[in-house]
């Protein structure tokens, strides 16, 4: 069984940075392409950011271009996610997901991945 365990969420002001990480094991990791998602109350699950298993490819959604940067270290077995000038938008619950059909990344922009994380929390506030 494949486990992504995430941390580095919390409680920030707008303008302000966070890094999240999420953390593989079980598999294989430098074989699975990556993603990040988020989920604010009451809202649909949304893709924020991708990044191939050979760390080549990325794809981020367009309210975060710019903003945030995912990144991978195959050697610690963990993808990143770097968020910097934060809004009260971003708040929300931020997911890792991992799918293990490498090459393009669109699967995972739809949501289709293999393992989810179990989530951590992002609020900003103004």
């Known amino acids: 069984q494949v486990q992504l365990v995430e941390s580095g969420g919390g409680l920030v002001q707008s303008g302000d940075s966070l890094q999240l990480s999420c953390a593989v094991s079980?598999?294989?990791?430098?074989?699975?392409?990556m993603g990040w998602f988020r989920q604010a109350p009451g809202k649909e699950r949304e893709f924020v950011g991708a990044i191939s298993w050979s760390g080549y490819s990325t794809s981020y959604a367009d309210s975060v271009k710019g903003r945030f940067t995912i990144s991978r270290d195959n050697a610690k077995n963990t993808v990143y996610l770097q968020m910097n000038t934060l809004k009260p938008e971003d708040t929300a619950v931020y997911y890792c997901?991992?799918?293990?059909?490498?090459?393009?990344?669109?699967?995972?922009?739809?949501?289709?991945?293999?393992?989810w994380g179990q989530g951590t929390q992002v609020t900003v506030s103004s």
């Open positions: 079980g598999r294989t990791f430098s074989s699975a392409n």
């Open positions: 997901a991992a799918g293990y059909y490498g090459g393009s990344l669109s699967l995972l922009q739809r949501g289709e991945a293999n393992y």
